[in-house]
């Protein structure tokens, strides 16, 4: 049989090009999430299966279908993380990071689920996470959604992206409203869809989140979760709509968003563009004051969001707002006698003198014509060009690759790093 040697279907390699948007964004979210005051932690991408059954719940698509799951050598039941929330849960309290105290945590790394792969929907992603814990009131939730379009706006993306906000309400009362509402659907069975149907008494609230347009268009008459509403989650919300509206930040509130995972209590929110098709959400999250506790913690209140890292940048792409940059500043080129030895040692020179400067040496040799090629290849600004002329003057020739205008010049080697920086303009 032959070796198969392509990558798993929906895990996708970053090549180059790729990486170097990757980490434009990637600098932008670090800078910003740090700005808020907040703390990056790192966890393992593979817990204990029964942590995220627990946390995400049973009967949820991600727990059902989608987990990567494994026996491991010792016999473990093991899975790689489908989402970063209940392991950073799981880490908090392992090392009594939450107790009698709150966190401002946030992680970026890949996460697994065996969905259909399509355009913005993956088996290996990536999210940046925020992870909020302690704190109670409405100002966090305002915080996190406050953040996140500092985000957009950094990136210029704040007119192409919706804030679609709701409230679940407490625990108690998504109960009532449970019962409310399963009674609504049973009236009503022979016109749901099979998967709502199968919904109905596995996990009904997820049927208000249904994409069929016939059940939609049903659930309009059917029970509202906000007539369960009682005082403090109605002051909870409408604290959390005036910090918004102080700020600035339009939203929708949508009472049909109830998100996928279980865990969820009172606020809700989504962002989602209508430039990437079907998978529009670019980024999730919401309060979930209960899974602390359930979790074996002592009662700790907590929110928080994950961003999908390929759906933002996808976003960036098609609206032209992003593009790779080059990786190499100073491309060192030459021919004349030991030139390696001559190339390196100005290299060195020259990256000990303009620290922070991409520089790159030709290897290979090769005529001018060839280097010079390879140079622009690489996308570099600037071309410090050896001869045996040059060597024995302990000089270089340096060239503006990008202003085919300007002639070249021959400087003494201290002067060169000056030289430089006036081409590459630092
Ligand atoms: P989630 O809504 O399941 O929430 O995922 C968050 C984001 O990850 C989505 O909005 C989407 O952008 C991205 N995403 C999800 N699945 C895929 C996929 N298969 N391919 C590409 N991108 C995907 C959570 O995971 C929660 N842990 C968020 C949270 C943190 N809530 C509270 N704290």
Redesign the pocket.
């Known amino acids: 049989m032959a070796l198969n040697v392509q990558a798993v279907r929906g895990m996708n390699d970053l090549l180059p090009e790729d990486t170097s948007i990757w980490q434009q964004v990637e600098t932008v979210l670090r800078q910003t999430l740090s700005s808020f005051g907040y703390s990056e932690v790192r966890m393992p991408v593979v817990e204990h299966t029964n942590l995220f059954c627990r946390a995400i719940g049973e009967v949820t698509d991600?727990v059902e279908k989608e987990m990567y799951t494994f026996e491991d050598r010792s016999g473990d039941m093991l899975s790689l993380r489908p989402?970063?929330?209940a392991g950073c849960v799981r880490c908090a309290l392992e090392h009594n990071l939450i107790y009698n105290q709150e966190q401002r945590l946030w992680y970026m790394g890949p996460?697994f689920?065996h969905?259909r792969p399509q355009k913005?929907?993956?088996?290996q992603?990536h999210?940046t996470?925020?992870?909020v814990f302690g704190l109670k009131g409405p100002d966090i939730d305002a915080e996190l959604i406050i953040m996140t379009y500092e985000l957009w706006k950094r990136f210029g993306i704040q007119d192409q992206v919706k804030l679609q906000l709701n409230s679940l309400g407490s625990a108690q009362e998504r109960a009532a409203y449970r019962e409310s509402l399963v009674k609504f659907l049973e009236a009503h069975f022979d016109e749901l869809d099979e998967d709502s149907k199968r919904r109905t008494h596995t996990n009904p609230l997820r049927v208000l989140d249904t994409k069929d347009e016939k059940v939609g268009e049903l659930l309009k008459s059917a029970p509202k979760l906000a007539d369960h509403f009682g005082a403090e989650t109605k002051e909870h919300f409408a604290k959390l709509r005036a910090l918004l509206d102080a700020e600035g930040i339009a939203y929708e509130i949508n009472p049909r968003l109830v998100?996928?995972?279980d865990y969820y209590n009172l606020t809700v929110f989504?962002w989602v563009t209508d430039a990437l098709g079907a998978?529009g959400?670019?980024?999730?999250?919401?309060r979930?004051d209960g899974l602390v506790e359930q979790l074996g913690g002592t009662p700790t209140c907590a929110?928080?969001?994950?961003?999908?890292m390929?759906?933002l940048i996808l976003l960036l792409q098609t609206l032209g707002k992003i593009t790779p940059k080059s990786s190499v500043d100073v491309y060192v080129l030459g021919s004349g006698d030991d030139i390696e030895l001559h190339e390196a040692k100005t290299a060195s020179f020259l990256r000990k003198a303009l620290p922070g400067v991409r520089i790159m040496t030709h290897c290979g040799g090769g005529n001018f014509k060839r280097q010079f090629k390879r140079a622009d290849k690489t996308g570099a600004r600037a071309a410090v060009i050896l001869g045996n002329d040059e060597i024995a003057r302990g000089s270089v020739t340096i060239k503006d690759l990008r202003n085919k205008d300007s002639a070249q010049s021959e400087y003494a080697l201290c002067d060169a790093p000056e030289a430089l920086r006036k081409i590459l303009e630092i």
């Open positions: 991600v989402e970063g929330t996460m689920r969905e913005g929907r993956y088996r992603f999210q996470g925020v992870e998100r996928g995972l989504e998978q959400t670019v980024c999730g999250g919401g979930y929110v928080g969001f994950g961003l999908g390929e759906r």
